[in-house]
């Protein structure tokens, strides 16, 4: 699945959550991410020992890239991922020095466009300001048909990596993991950390 199919999943996930009345006023800021992630199947990881970390971090926009960039925050990113990838008994090499696993960041956002409706918001406007202040008293207010739009962004964060190490005889770059953050804090820079540890912990098979 790509990342952007991965993005969209999640987005349904949130839309069935948001069904339900009330549903983080229990949560505090720390319980409140949407961590997704998912394997390719057949992969066993112990068979790989290296991997490589883009330095930079892609940003889309609408399934369009906007350009890389390495931002503070950015950078956070990264080494949260290298941390995690140490710890689960794997090492970093260069790009250029073959190693068995690619990984990429990616900063996702989609823009959402609706219409409002104004119509009846104005149904009790003569009980705020009654025709009388401005000198016309028994007039009534009339209010047109009136709509508005609005634009609203969407982001997350995903994580791919790709199978380097067998790439030259499967003639392809396979994707073996992806991990997606989303919702409240995914980017704030303090807490990168507590992302990436999520997304490694809900994958305990990720270990060399």
């Known amino acids: 699945m790509s990342r952007i199919k991965l993005f969209w999943l999640a987005a349904v996930a949130l839309g069935l959550f948001s069904c339900r009345k009330n549903v983080t006023d229990n949560l ?6 949407l961590y997704i992630t998912k394997q390719e199947p057949s992969v066993d990881f112990s068979s790989y020992s290296t991997y490589s970390l883009a330095d930079s971090v892609a940003v889309i926009n609408n399934d369009q890239l906007v350009q890389r960039v390495r931002t503070d925050y950015d950078a956070a990113f990264i080494d949260a991922i290298a941390a995690q990838m140490e710890s689960r008994g794997f090492t970093r090499v260069s790009h ?3 190693p068995d696993i690619g990984i990429t960041v ?3 956002y989609n823009d959402y466009t609706g219409i409002i409706d104004y119509s009846n918001y104005w149904n009790d406007y003569d009980g ?7 000198g016309y ?3 009534d ?3 047109p048909p009136m709509y508005g739009t609005y634009t609203v962004t969407d982001g997350g964060v995903t994580v791919d990596m790709f199978d380097l ?9 396979r994707q073996l993991w992806s991990g997606l953050v989303r919702g409240s804090g995914t980017f704030d820079i303090d807490k990168v950390f ?6 490694f912990d809900q994958s305990p098979y990720l270990e060399k």
């Open 128 to 134: 705020y300001w009654g025709s009388d202040y401005w």
């Open 137 to 139: 008293p028994g007039y």
């Open 141 to 143: 207010y009339y209010f």
């Open 106 to 108: 990616s900063r996702i």
């Open 96 to 98: 250029s020095s073959s």
């Open 165 to 173: 190490k067998n790439a030259a005889s499967n003639n392809q770059l």
């Open 194 to 199: 507590a992302h990436a540890k999520a997304l």
């Open 28 to 33: 505090d800021d720390n319980e409140t991410p």
